[in-house]
């Protein structure tokens, strides 16, 4: 035998190309693509799928609340349900609390996550842009390998201003980070949610009416004008609408280095689902807000034009049930005391898959760029993960492409005690996952030691290197400002 192990007779599909192959890995990495292959092991694939392990590159997991404890999903429970869903790699967030610094609490992420048993990296959340973060603190988690920064325009307590925002995009630019960015626009949401509850209108419903598109396109507009006068790349995450993919659509235009995610959500769910009777409607409750079928179809046509990049999960879980998930001010809460968030990181390829590949609107290459290139590439993880080629980690997802499934929540195997999609039937799922070499899903049993997963340091690349433009030639960012 040639190597390890051969996938025989797949379909094999990377970013450019859809072929029969097989794939032969040798250790941990791939070693060939080709026909007639010999491998001591073989996994035959006749019918299936061969793609790259998902790259979710926004998922929240084990993040740590302000005033003590963590988020519900563990690193074992959120691998297990990664790997179920035929994602290998993730990028989750370190936090920073107001009056807190950044090198602390990013190393007791690192403790966190020696559970893991996908590969995992950091992104590094600013929420006070004090002196000692920008100027002494960034420069080295960014040397460490965290190398991007997420910033909140909206969410007590931890959004920034305008000037706190430039300065982090300043502080990535000095040191080589990308910046991610949630776009709302904190006053006007705050300001709308007091006139809906002084009008007695506190259900579920109305986190939509708090934020309508207008102040994610408003804040989205003033994130890539101030990225644009650092001359600092950055990310918009979670897109909601086309309305807002638009201001990324005209800042490529203009040359700018501006990156558009979406996600699962906002291709399935709305604000109706918001309006149902009791408390049930905070099972959907995200930010931005789902917003409509029209706006479904019009981020797929962004999605097609290469707006939108990358579709990840923005997986943020909190159980219905428990004291401490969705009702943790009780189910009469008013809807702006309600956490902020849906599960997903099982359920995103597969919704992706079914809704877009099964469905016609986008080709299975398209769905790999979405879901593994293109996270890969953006995050400095390219060409180790998120293709399928000599030299590179052997993670791929073995795909069939005509399993029918109704999702339920068993299925997802996260720790979360719900999915939004319970019920959404699917075409397209994965039934076995490889992670570096080793099978760890195989019909949904997940197998895999926590503590496999390894952490992905990544150094400079050159996809976020900054243009050069700067008005009038002057680089404000060179300043302690
Ligand atoms: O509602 C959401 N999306 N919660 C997770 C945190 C974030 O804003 O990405
Ligand atoms: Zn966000
Ligand atoms: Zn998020
Ligand atoms: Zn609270």
Redesign the pocket.
């Known amino acids: 035998a040639d190597y390890d192990l051969v996938i025989a007779g797949g379909t094999v599909v990377t970013p450019a190309d859809t072929f029969r192959a097989d794939v032969g890995v040798q250790g941990d990495r791939i070693a060939a693509i080709g026909l007639g292959l010999r491998g001591a092991r073989t996994i035959e694939a006749d019918g299936l799928l061969v793609m790259p392990g998902g790259v979710d590159s926004h998922c ?1 997991i084990e993040q740590l609340r302000k005033g003590g404890g963590a988020d519900e999903e563990t690193w074992t429970t959120g691998s297990a349900s990664a790997l179920a869903g035929g994602t290998t790699s993730v990028i989750t967030f370190s936090t920073q609390f107001k009056g807190g610094g950044i090198l602390a609490p990013l190393a007791e992420y690192h403790r966190r996550a020696a559970k893991a048993m996908v590969d995992y990296g950091f992104h590094q959340i600013i929420a006070d842009a004090t002196d000692t973060v920008i100027f002494e603190e960034v420069p080295q988690v960014v040397a460490s390998g965290v190398r991007s920064l997420k910033v909140f325009l909206t969410y007590d307590p931890v959004h920034l201003d305008d000037r706190q925002f430039l300065r982090v995009l300043a502080a990535a630019r000095r040191t080589g980070a990308l910046v991610t960015v ?1 776009c709302e626009n904190y006053e006007a949401i705050n300001w709308r949610t007091a006139a809906l509850l002084a009008d007695g209108r506190a259900a579920p419903k109305y986190h939509a009416w708090s934020r309508p598109s207008v102040v994610e396109r408003e804040a989205t507009h003033r994130a890539i004008a101030l990225a644009e006068m650092v001359d600092q790349p950055i990310q918009v ?2 897109v909601s609408c086309p309305e807002v993919a638009e201001e990324i659509a005209r800042a490529k235009a203009r040359g700018l280095k501006v990156w558009g995610e979406t996600c699962p959500q906002y291709f399935v769910l709305s604000a109706d689902h918001m309006d149902r009777p009791g408390f049930e409607g905070a099972k959907f409750m ?2 931005p807000a789902p917003r409509d079928a029209a706006a479904s179809e019009g981020l797929w046509r962004m999605v097609r034009d290469n707006v939108l990049d990358i579709v990840s999960s ?1 997986h ?1 879980g909190w159980s219905y049930e428990s004291p401490v998930g969705k009702r943790v001010h009780g189910t009469g809460a008013p809807f702006r005391d309600i956490p ?2 849906v599960p997903g990181l099982a359920s995103r390829l597969p919704i992706l898959f079914s809704e877009g590949v099964t469905k016609g609107r986008i080709d299975a290459c398209t769905f790999v760029r979405l879901t593994a290139t293109n996270p890969a590439k953006l995050f400095g993880l390219y060409p180790r993960k998120g293709t399928i080629a000599p030299g590179t980690d052997a993670d791929i997802v073995l795909w069939d492409p005509g399993k029918q499934v109704v999702i339920d929540n068993g299925l997802m195997q996260h720790i979360i005690d719900y999915t939004p999609y319970e019920g959404l039937e699917v075409t397209g799922w994965p039934v076995a996952t490889l992670r570096r070499g080793a099978v760890v899903m195989r019909d949904g049993k997940v197998q895999a030691e926590p503590g496999s997963g390894q952490f992905l340091p990544r150094a400079p690349y050159h996809m976020i290197r900054p243009t050069g433009n700067v008005p009038f030639g002057f680089d404000a960012s060179a300043f302690r400002v």
């Open positions: 929240h949630h995450f979670h995200c930010s923005d943020s902020n968030g």
